[in-house]
């Protein structure tokens, strides 16, 4: 007998779905809100120049100054 | 209180509101992590990165171009493809992909979880990007604008990608599982 497999979007919406079913331990929030506050304490989140560029003025007007700097700073040079 | 609501409060001082957020939106990350091929047993450790960095990263999220659970998979995304490639012994990340938690026991429930790991095995086979894809719009329910922002591509890409996905899906069920024809 010749088997049909069934490949509509419902049958892959249920079966995906239960393929990725997962039952998180339930302190995984208190988990994550302990790192997060580690981590504020530590200050060990080490953000990525684009993250200091768009959090952190002083960066943002660190890079910008260098910027209008540059072209002054070579001319006096040469 | 929404999404938006709770990120103004936390943006404001009140940070353990937080924890609402991750209540709310853990099993849709579960999802699509487990969905990209992490393994059980370190994907937990994965959400927790990924709601960090997503805590951290708050002040950049803008209400207007997406919802929050799509900003957050962009994240979980990127998390997701670091640790595949950084990982030494992809084995020790990747899932197997005959997982199943239900237990085989009448008739019908042994066909359904065949069903599954079938399932399991044809997606395994789908490049990073399909994958993906198919997670995020049966799984996680996104539409194809919401998923054609995450991907950075057009909504015809996303829609291309699911048809080509479905068809590889297709001949790796009609190849080698033995079924002769697919619906």
Redesign the interface.
Same mark, same amino acid.
Not at chain 1, 2 to 9: E, M, R
């Given at each position: 007998m010749?088997?049909? $497999?069934? #490949?509509?979007?419902e049958m #892959?919406?249920e079966? &995906?779905?239960?393929?990725?079913?997962?039952k998180?331990?339930e302190y $995984?929030?208190?988990?994550?809100?302990n790192?997060?506050f580690k981590?504020q304490v530590e200050g060990s989140?080490q &953000?990525t120049w684009k993250?200091r560029f &768009? &959090?952190k003025p002083s960066f943002r007007y660190a890079l910008v100054g260098a910027f209008v700097l540059y072209p002054t700073l070579l001319r006096a040079l040469v | 209180m929404d999404d938006f609501q709770i990120i103004q409060q936390v943006l404001g001082g009140n940070? +353990?509101v937080?924890?609402e957020l991750?209540?709310r939106h853990?099993?849709s990350l579960?999802? %699509?992590l *487990?969905?990209f091929g992490v393994r059980?047993e370190i994907? @937990?450790e994965i959400?927790?990165d990924v %709601?960090?960095q997503a805590? %951290?990263?708050l002040?950049?999220y803008d209400d207007n171009k997406s919802r929050f659970s799509t900003w957050l998979f962009t994240i979980a995304k990127n998390k997701a493809l670091t640790v595949l490639k950084s990982a030494k012994n992809k084995n020790e990340i990747l899932s197997a992909e005959t997982?199943? +938690?239900e237990v085989l026991t009448p008739l019908h429930q042994l066909e359904k979880n065949q069903?599954?790991i079938?399932?399991?095995r044809a *997606?395994a086979q789908l490049p990073t990007e399909y994958r993906s894809t198919?997670?995020l719009f049966?799984?996680n @329910?996104l539409s194809l604008k919401e998923i054609s922002i995450l991907e950075k591509c057009s909504e015809g890409t996303v829609k291309s990608r699911l048809f080509r996905a479905?068809e590889i899906?297709?001949k790796h *069920? @009609?190849k080698g *599982?033995?079924?002769?024809?697919?619906?």
């Open positions: 010749k088997k049909v $497999f069934d #490949l509509s979007d #892959l919406k079966n &995906l779905k239960r393929s990725v079913e997962y998180a331990s $995984f929030a208190d988990d994550v809100m790192r997060i981590q989140y &953000l993250e &768009l &959090l | 940070r +353990s937080y924890k991750i209540i853990q099993k579960f999802g %699509f *487990l969905g059980r994907v @937990e959400a927790q %709601f960090a805590f %951290f990263k002040k950049t997982e199943v +938690s069903n599954l079938q399932i399991n *997606l198919v997670i049966y799984v @329910e479905k899906m297709r *069920l @009609e *599982l033995g079924y002769e024809k697919s619906v």
